[in-house]
């Protein structure tokens, strides 16, 4: 299993931007599916985007347009590009890694990260 590490959130006002950053431990990152998951308060934990070790990207229909997941396979990391964002993205972001297809089954996935904190205010 990968060791992931988030960072990059924060308090933004509504219509800003934030970039998180996943940092993976492990020689195999470059094959590890990554993943962007969020939870808000007394809500399920859903996935915000995916993308393959090709490179296939995945997003969730509310953040289609605004987001942009990336990846630097030299540097072990996962990018979360957020922008126009809006007090309903608030919740605590998660990065997570699985060695399979993209899928929104949160038991799925191998390895998950602390979760860092991402606040949007009206």
């Known amino acids: 299993q990968a060791q992931l590490v988030e960072s990059g959130g924060g308090l933004v006002q509504a219509g800003g931007s934030l970039r998180l950053s996943c940092a993976a431990s492990g020689r195999t990152f470059s094959s590890y599916t990554m993943g962007w998951f969020r939870q808000a308060p007394g809500k399920e934990r859903e996935l915000v985007a995916a993308?393959?070790?090709?490179?296939?990207?995945l997003y969730a229909d509310s953040v289609k347009g605004r987001f942009t997941i990336s990846r630097d396979n030299a540097k072990n990391t996962v990018y979360l590009q957020m922008n126009s964002l809006k007090p309903e993205d608030t919740a605590v972001y998660y990065c997570a890694a699985e060695d399979g297809l993209i899928t929104r089954m949160t038991t799925s996935w191998d390895s998950w990260g602390q979760g860092t904190q991402v606040t949007v205010s009206s």
């Open positions: 993308i393959t070790k090709i490179r296939t990207t």
